[in-house]
C-alpha cells in the first residue's frame, strides 16, 4: 500500500508511529455506525495526531518510504499532518503536509495531495483515487462513525482512528497550489519544450539541441540533437526517458545516468521550483525552473518545429555523458 494513502486507509497509517488507536467492539459499532449519507462527512477532517511523527523504519527502505510521488524536497522530514477533505459532489482529497521540527517550530517542506471519488453505503467509505493504475490500488473501503464531533475510520481489527472537524481556511493554500500545480502539468504535457540557450555550445566548441516531451501518465522523454562544430546540419541524436511530477509548487524529475562511455549506471532525482510565464511581444510561453542556485529556461514548440531533427535520433551513434533529465545540465 502506497503511503500518500496513509491518512485514508488504516494498514498505511500503522506505518507511523504514535498514531493514537481506540478498540472497538460490535456494540460500539452499532451505537456509533455510519449512516448512508454523505452529508454528514462532507467538509474538512483533520486527524486528532497532529502534528504526527514520522518513524522511519530502515525496514521499509529508511527516509526513501517517506518520498511523496517521486522525492521530498527533504528527505528531513520529522512530522507530517493528516486531512480529509470530502466534498458534497463526492470528490475525496488526501492531504499529507510535512514539516521539519527547529526546536520548538515546525518548519514547512511540502505537501502530497491526492484526488479521488468517494461514496457512502452501509456504514462504509468507498474512495476511489484518480491516479490508481496499480491493480492492487483499487477502490478501498473502511467503516466508519460519527460521534461528538468526531469522525472515527475503523480498521478490519476495530481499531479506530480518529480525526476533528477543521475550518477550510486550515487547508485551503494547499487546494489552491493544488490545483495550480495540476494546471501546470496539463500546460507542460503539451506540445514540446525547447532549452532557450538552443544552439547550445558546449565546452568544446560543439553544438547541441535540447528538447523535452512531457506526458499526463507521468513520464518524459529528453531529446538531444548533437551538431558539431557548426550548426549546418543535424549529424545525430539521442533519446531518455524518465519520470516527472509536479505537486505542492515543486517541479520533480527522476532520469537515467550514464558515463562517459555511454553506460547506464542508475537513476537520480532532483526537485525544482517552478514558473510559467508568456513573452506577449512573440507569443511565446516559457518554463523557469529553479534549485536555488541555477535557473534554467525552455520555451514551448509544436511538433513541427523538432520534426526536421527527428530522423537524425540514433541512440547508439554518439556517446552519452551523464545528463539531468530536465533541465538540462552538464
Given amino acids: 500500500m502506497t503511503m500518500k494513502k496513509m491518512y485514508f486507509w488504516m494498514l498505511a497509517l500503522l506505518m507511523v508511529g504514535g498514531m493514537t488507536c481506540v478498540s472497538c467492539d460490535d456494540d460500539d459499532e452499532k451505537d456509533n455506525g455510519g449512516g448512508d449519507s454523505k452529508n454528514e462527512l462532507v467538509g474538512v477532517w483533520a486527524s486528532t495526531d497532529n502534528p504526527i511523527p514520522i518513524d522511519y523504519d530502515d525496514d521499509e527502505g529508511g527516509p526513501k518510504a517517506k ?17 480529509m477533505i470530502f466534498r458534497e459532489d463526492g470528490t ?83 487546494l489552491d497550489q493544488y490545483e495550480k500545480d495540476e494546471e501546470a502539468k496539463k500546460l507542460l504535457a503539451t506540445g514540446y519544450w525547447a532549452y532557450a540557450e538552443n544552439p547550445y555550445k558546449d565546452s568544446d566548441g560543439d553544438y547541441w539541441r535540447y528538447f523535452y516531451e512531457y506526458n499526463l501518465n507521468g513520464s518524459c522523454q529528453y531529446y538531444e540533437f548533437y551538431f558539431g562544430n557548426s550548426t549546418a ?32 549506471f542508475g537513476y537520480d532525482t ?38 526536421d ?11 552519452a555523458p551523464m545528463r539531468s533529465f530536465a533541465p538540462h545540465c552538464k
Fill in 309 to 319: 531533427y527527428l530522423p537524425y535520433l540514433n541512440n547508439d551513434n554518439i556517446r
Fill in 270 to 307: 532532483n526537485v525544482f521550483t517552478y514558473s510559467f510565464y508568456t513573452n506577449e511581444q512573440i507569443g511565446r510561453v516559457y518554463l523557469t525552473l529553479s534549485n536555488g542556485e541555477n535557473t534554467w529556461r525552455y520555451f514551448q514548440v509544436s511538433q513541427s518545429y523538432i520534426d
Fill in 92 to 174: 475525496f482529497y488526501g492531504l499529507d503536509v510535512y514539516f521539519k521540527q527547529n526546536g520548538s517550530k515546525m518548519v514547512y517542506l511540502t505537501f502530497d495531495m491526492n484526488k479521488g471519488t468517494y461514496k457512502v453505503k452501509n456504514g462504509k467509505i468507498t474512495v476511489t483515487y484518480d491516479d490508481d493504475s496499480d491493480p492492487e490500488d483499487g477502490p478501498l473501503n473502511v467503516k466508519y462513525s460519527i460521534k461528538s464531533g468526531k469522525l472515527t475510520i475503523y480498521d478490519d481489527k476495530g481499531n479506530g482512528y480518529t480525526f476533528k472537524r477543521v475550518e477550510e481556511s486550515e487547508v485551503k493554500e494547499y
Fill in 67 to 83: 518520498q511523496t510521488r517521486l522525492i521530498l524536497p527533504s528527505e528531513e522530514a520529522t512530522h507530517e499532518d493528516g486531512y
Fill in 233 to 264: 546540419s543535424c549529424k545525430s541524436g539521442v533519446t531518455y526517458g524518465g519520470h516527472w511530477d509536479i505537486i505542492g509548487g515543486y517541479y520533480y524529475e527522476s532520469y537515467a545516468c550514464y558515463d562517459g562511455d555511454g553506460d547506464f
